[in-house]
């Protein structure tokens, strides 16, 4: 085969690394956390158990879980002048720009430059998890001119982030909620953001850095952006009678229009992740009347697998995530941040597991520019 034939855009199909941090089928639309699939999960364990069997590989005993999440609490609180860097940043900026930069200033003041540590590793890994959710909830308050809460010890880490953000106790439902989100977005096998963890890693770049480049290609659109667009999409069509002659006009407009939280890589079946938030949603909005918003969105999954159902493009996790979290009254732009405190688990897990056997990253090109040009002076130029 010549090396041309052997090039995957996008590296389809390309293994990047051996791992035993999760298990996906995309045929099947079933995903495993070190073996137990996420639905049980979001059903049965929590966030912080989550997190521990992502990074440590097995469930925790009930004292290192109970010790795990002490230690948790204790890190939530970042220094004060970390919250003033946060209250220096633009108001109308992206809160991911915002999360990107805070997560890189943690390691400013929390430093773990030496990765051969795995007590220090460990430590830093528990902060970030920690103190994520109290940069993401700072940023989304000083914003708005709202002051910046300190975290809450006595709370859960799912109550202790929508206590954070919104200045009030959730109840319990919307706690559970909220925490089985984390819980489905935690892990997903070698996406786009996990594998620029692992890149950084393998440069033995410190976890605060690692994190934040994972932050970063979370950020773009086609990734986890595409839970923020999927609402607004949903919004913008305007309710589910308007569906069929959106998406006519789209088409019509562009035959490649993307719809937002439609198709997967991997996934060519409806995203089991989808169908939890799907019946998350229906539970939550079984004794109220459901949003337009929700209506749009089961409207549009109805329509769009006709056309795209026969291409394997079915909702992704993106899809009716947003939706459940307007309920929770979050944000819009907050959505992507949310993604990044529960996705951290998994990044670090695969930071872990990159680390054990190292190799830097380095892969080839296939060089398709010019060779020997002369350098023509500048004066000499046209
Ligand atoms: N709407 C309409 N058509 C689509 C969609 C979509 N959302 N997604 C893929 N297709 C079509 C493409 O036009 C292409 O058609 P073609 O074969 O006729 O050219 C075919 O399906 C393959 O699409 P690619 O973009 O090449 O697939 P790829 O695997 O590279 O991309 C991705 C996957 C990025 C998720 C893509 O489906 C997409 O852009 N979806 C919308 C954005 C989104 O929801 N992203 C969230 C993904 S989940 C996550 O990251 C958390």
């Not at 990765?115 to 993401?136: E, F, G, K, Q, Y």
Request: proline share 7%; hydrophobic share 40%; with cysteine.
């Amino acid at each position: 085969m010549t090396v041309e034939a052997e090039f995957k855009p996008g590296l389809e199909d390309v293994p990047a690394a051996k791992s035993a941090v999760s298990f996906l089928d995309g045929k099947k639309a079933r995903l495993e956390y070190r073996g137990i699939p996420v639905e049980v999960l979001a059903q049965q364990s929590n966030y912080e158990e989550t997190a521990w069997l992502l990074i440590k590989g097995d469930l925790p005993t009930q004292k290192q879980l109970a010790e795990f999440d002490h230690d948790l609490r204790q890190r939530r609180a970042v220094h004060y002048r970390l919250k003033d860097l946060i209250r220096c940043m633009p108001a109308d900026g992206h809160p991911m720009d915002a999360l990107h930069a805070s997560v890189a200033a943690l390691g400013l003041f929390y430093p773990c430059p030496n990765v051969a540590d795995p007590a220090r590793n460990w430590d830093a890994s528990m902060r970030l998890i920690a103190a994520m959710p109290t940069l993401v909830a700072a940023f989304a308050r000083t914003r708005r001119g709202d002051e910046i809460l300190d975290p809450r010890p006595d709370l859960d880490h799912a109550a202790n982030f929508l206590y954070m953000l919104g200045g009030k106790e959730p109840t319990p439902a919307a706690r559970k909620v909220f925490d089985a989100c984390l819980v489905l977005h935690a892990e997903h096998q070698m996406n786009a953001s996990t594998f620029t963890a692992r890149v950084a890693g393998s440069a033995l770049a410190n976890p605060y850095q690692v994190i934040a480049s994972a932050i970063g290609t979370l950020s773009g659109p086609l990734h986890g952006g595409a839970n923020e667009e999927a609402l607004e999409q949903f919004e913008g069509i305007g309710g589910p009678q308007n569906v069929k002659g959106w998406l006519d006009a789209k088409r019509a407009a562009d035959p490649k229009y993307k719809v937002m939280g439609l198709g997967h890589r991997v996934y060519k079946v409806k995203d089991g992740r989808a169908t939890v938030l799907q019946e998350i949603a229906e539970h939550m909005f079984a004794e109220t009347a459901r949003p337009k918003t929700y209506e749009t969105a089961l409207e549009l999954e109805r329509v769009a697998a006709g056309i795209y159902g026969p291409k394997g493009i079915y909702p992704n996790v993106d899809f009716y995530s947003g939706v459940v979290y307007q309920s929770l009254g979050i944000p819009t732009d907050v959505f992507t941040p949310i993604f990044a405190i529960a996705r951290v688990a998994g990044w670090l897990a695969h930071w872990h597991e990159q680390l054990v056997n190292n190799r830097i990253y380095r892969p080839d090109q296939i060089s398709v520019g010019k060779n020997d040009v002369p350098y023509v002076p500048l004066e000499q130029r046209p």
